[in-house]
């Protein structure tokens, strides 16, 4: 049975399945998911618990042996099983499907995968599993469904889900949900916020004391003023790039971070300065880049400022400056951050002497 891991387990579930196979790309709604039915087992009377990691050269037939052990101050047993490649071979398989086949009593199963593809699907464990019990896939949250995401989580910690929040954090939490989570955390321990509360019974912050803790927050984080100049450079505002790289040069050394993730933005430039050179729909083009609505003027006017060529130049002049942190290349300064900011400055649309 398929059911949404975000919904794992229910909350009026008075019994539990006897095997769960978790699986997906998203680790953190992997995780939350296992820890809920970890805790509901436990409440449940599962007391013993036996985990395995299922790497090269483990021992399949401990697995199979474990579900015969019970210990004799045990009611129940839970046996977990890390399936990190989300591939058993052929023996693992064959476990799999003998032991749910006969699944002794008092015992529940939980299988957490990493990513497991069509084709893996279609595999007989995976079958096996599927049809034992409950299955339930991490999906990606999708950039049109992070701030939907956000505004659920920050309910669940007792914030406000209002609009300047949710956009803040969809902006710079965009693919790593982990840190979003953190953040939101961090958010509820400094304004007080009472997790799962509501509205009626506990006094939540008003919006503007909130976002205003929260952009503090993230603006006391160097890697977040990497973001910041990004913004600026993409959008050819010198004076602020110009503010921001001397911040990060000054506080910390975050030049690796920094062209790491603008390289990422600059590959996806270049890709969606091309596709558009060739014909293709703009909406379409940027729906396909994931480029939320609210970067789109941004990279409206990055990509019209340099067009294809420019911005495949700029690409290689970034495989440069990767060369000289890795020590390959010389630095035409003093250090790389004369080259950044060099290549900062033809980002931004200025004429470099």
Same mark, same amino acid.
């Given at each position: 049975?398929?059911?949404?891991?975000?919904?794992?387990?229910?909350?009026?579930?008075?019994?539990?399945?006897?095997?769960?196979?978790?699986?997906?790309?998203?680790?953190?709604?992997?995780?939350?998911? %296992?820890?809920?039915?970890?805790?509901?087992?436990?409440?449940?009377?599962?007391?013993?618990?036996?985990?395995?990691?299922?790497?090269?050269?483990? %021992?399949?037939?401990?697995?199979?042996?474990?579900? %015969?052990?019970?210990?004799?101050?045990?009611? &129940?047993?839970? !046996?977990?099983?890390?399936?990190?490649?989300?591939?058993?071979?052929?023996?693992?398989?064959?476990?799999? #499907?003998?032991?749910?086949?006969?699944?002794?009593?008092?015992?529940?199963?939980?299988?957490? #995968?990493?990513?497991?593809?069509?084709?893996?699907? %279609?595999?007989?464990?995976? $079958?096996?599993?599927? &049809?034992?019990?409950?299955?339930?896939?991490?999906?990606?949250? $999708?950039?049109?469904?992070?701030?939907?995401?956000?505004?659920?989580?920050?309910?669940?910690?007792?914030?406000?889900?209002?609009?300047? +929040?949710?956009?803040?954090?969809?902006?710079?939490?965009?693919?790593?949900?982990?840190?979003?989570?953190?953040?939101?955390?961090?958010?509820?321990?400094?304004?007080?916020? @009472?997790?799962?509360?509501?509205?009626? +019974?506990?006094?939540?912050?008003?919006?503007? $004391?909130?976002?205003?803790?929260?952009?503090?927050?993230? +603006?006391?984080?160097?890697?977040?003023?990497?973001?910041?100049?990004? @913004?600026?450079?993409?959008?050819?505002?010198?004076?602020?790039? #110009?503010?921001?790289? =001397?911040?990060?040069?000054?506080? &910390?050394?975050?030049?690796?971070?920094?062209?790491?993730?603008?390289?990422?933005?600059?590959?996806?430039?270049?890709?969606?300065?091309?596709?558009?050179?060739?014909?293709?729909?703009?909406?379409?083009?940027?729906?396909? *880049?994931?480029?939320?609505?609210? $970067?789109?003027?941004?990279?409206?006017?990055? !990509?019209?400022? *340099?067009?294809?060529?420019?911005?495949?130049?700029?690409?290689?002049?970034?495989?440069?400056?990767?060369?000289?942190?890795?020590?390959?290349?010389?630095?035409?300064?003093? +250090?790389?951050?004369? =080259?950044?900011? &060099?290549?900062?400055?033809? !980002?931004?649309?200025?004429?470099?002497?």
């Amino acid at each position: 049975m398929r059911v949404n891991i975000q919904s794992l387990p229910e909350p009026d579930d008075k019994t539990l399945a006897s095997v769960y196979l978790l699986f997906g790309d998203e680790v953190l709604l992997l995780e939350e998911a %296992n820890t809920a039915l970890r805790r509901k087992a436990q409440a449940q009377g599962f007391t013993e618990r036996v985990s395995f990691t299922a790497e090269q050269g483990f %021992n399949w037939d401990e697995l199979l042996q474990s579900g %015969n052990n019970m210990s004799l101050f045990a009611d &129940k047993q839970l !046996i977990e099983l890390r399936l990190p490649t989300g591939k058993p071979g052929q023996v693992g398989s064959k476990v799999l #499907c003998e032991l749910v086949e006969n699944f002794p009593a008092d015992t529940m199963l939980l299988v957490i #995968c990493g990513s497991v593809e069509k084709a893996g699907q %279609n595999q007989k464990w995976f $079958k096996a599993l599927d &049809k034992a019990g409950v299955t339930a896939e991490a999906k990606e949250v $999708k950039l049109n469904d992070l701030p939907g995401w956000i505004g659920g989580r920050l309910r669940s910690k007792g914030l406000l889900a209002d609009q300047e +929040s949710i956009a803040l954090l969809t902006y710079y939490f965009e693919g790593n949900l982990l840190a979003a989570a953190q953040e939101i955390d961090l958010l509820a321990l400094n304004t007080g916020a @009472d997790e799962g509360s509501s509205s009626q +019974s506990v006094a939540r912050p008003d919006a503007k $004391k909130q976002l205003a803790v929260l952009q503090a927050s993230v +603006s006391d984080n160097s890697r977040f003023s990497v973001f910041s100049y990004i @913004d600026a450079c993409l959008s050819g505002d010198w004076q602020r790039t #110009c503010r921001i790289l =001397d911040g990060l040069r000054a506080e &910390k050394d975050e030049s690796v971070f920094l062209v790491v993730m603008l390289s990422r933005e600059v590959r996806k430039l270049t890709q969606m300065a091309s596709a558009l050179a060739n014909g293709a729909n703009r909406d379409q083009v940027f729906k396909q *880049h994931r480029i939320w609505y609210q $970067k789109q003027a941004i990279f409206d006017r990055a !990509i019209k400022r *340099h067009g294809q060529a420019g911005w495949q130049t700029i690409l290689q002049q970034l495989a440069k400056i990767d060369k000289i942190l890795k020590g390959r290349a010389q630095s035409e300064g003093a +250090s790389v951050w004369f =080259d950044i900011e &060099k290549l900062s400055m033809s !980002i931004c649309g200025l004429k470099i002497i």
